[in-house]
């Protein structure tokens, strides 16, 4: 007797063990109504440890998570924060009395700080939609009208660049069933980046692709290309792929994050392919109308 009872509490020892090597590879044997009272107990153990210990993991990434995001965002505002107060500084230090330079510096504060503005508007709205603040509000509505409010919003730029916005599709009609306004800054988000890193002369593709109960969208342009070994990682937040070149576009590195996660609550993983100095394409896919 003695020496069961010392065997299974062994039992309950070792199990206790491996879990504090983070090793949750043992499994407890399941509806098995033979078992010991101590057997028992070493299982419900063993699975109630097991579960809190991966409970704390979990919140250790998040705490990880949080700590990073902070010092990221604290270190992207400080930035444009220094620039405009170094014009500013300038100016009250006695270029006050030349009016040319006054005007251009306040203009340049006042770029950066819109760029600033910005910066927070997105941060605000990636971190409500991490945190599952924002509820999708979905309805029905033509893509490619939308697309044509886009292209007009984009019409200056793409004319600056000499590029070209297209729209290819071979659907009976542009109809999907998603939160229109956020499918919009999908939409917005990644054009401005075709544009933004597309060549001179060279064009944005949209394109539309019946797929049975969904619609596939591509956006593709012809431009510089994404480099391999930053494929992956250009969908986290303040990625660049090289910070100084994108500062000076203004651009936050918080766009490919938020288009992201507009998919994902959208059940809709985004894709991504590309070819140096040949072309990006971005994919996904849009729900139809039930
Ligand atoms: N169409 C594209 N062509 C080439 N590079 C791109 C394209 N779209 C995104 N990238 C790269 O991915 C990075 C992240 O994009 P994004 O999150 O929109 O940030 P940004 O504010 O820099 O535009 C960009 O800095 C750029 O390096
Ligand atoms: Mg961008």
Request: aromatic share 8%; charged share 30%.
């Amino acid at each position: 007797m003695e020496f069961i009872v010392l065997r299974e509490v062994n039992e309950v020892y070792s199990a206790l063990s491996k879990l504090k090597k983070k090793d949750f590879t043992l499994k407890p044997k399941k509806g098995n109504a033979s078992l010991s009272p101590i057997q028992k107990l070493n299982e419900e153990l063993y699975a109630y440890t097991s579960r809190k210990q991966q409970e704390i993991n979990q919140l250790k990434k998040i705490e990880l998570y949080r700590r990073e995001f902070l010092a990221d965002v604290s270190h992207e505002l400080k930035t444009p924060i220094f620039v405009a107060q170094g014009y500013i500084e300038t100016l009250l230090d006695g270029e006050l009395d030349d009016l040319e330079t006054t005007e251009k510096f306040l203009r340049k504060a006042s770029l950066t700080l819109d760029g600033l503005n910005n910066l927070v508007q997105d941060l605000v709205t990636l971190s409500q939609m991490e945190s599952g603040m924002i509820t999708m509000h979905t309805n029905i509505f033509n893509v490619c009208e939308l697309l044509g409010e886009l292209d007009d919003i984009f019409e200056k730029r793409l004319q600056e660049r000499n590029m070209q916005l297209q729209i290819i599709h071979s659907l009976p009609n542009c109809l999907v069933e998603a939160d229109q306004a956020r499918i919009r800054q999908v939409f917005f988000n990644l054009i401005d980046n075709a544009i933004k890193y597309g060549h001179e002369g060279g064009e944005v593709v949209i394109t539309f692709e019946d797929k049975g109960e969904r619609v596939g969208v591509e956006v593709r342009d012809n431009g510089q290309g994404i480099p391999p070994q930053h494929l992956d990682h250009i969908f986290e937040r303040f990625y660049r792929v090289e910070k100084s070149r994108n500062k000076l576009d203004g651009g936050s590195g918080l766009g490919l994050a938020i288009v992201k996660q507009i998919l994902e609550a959208h059940d809709s993983p985004i894709t991504v392919k590309s070819k140096i100095n040949e072309k990006t394409t971005f994919a996904f896919e849009l729900p139809k109308p039930a």
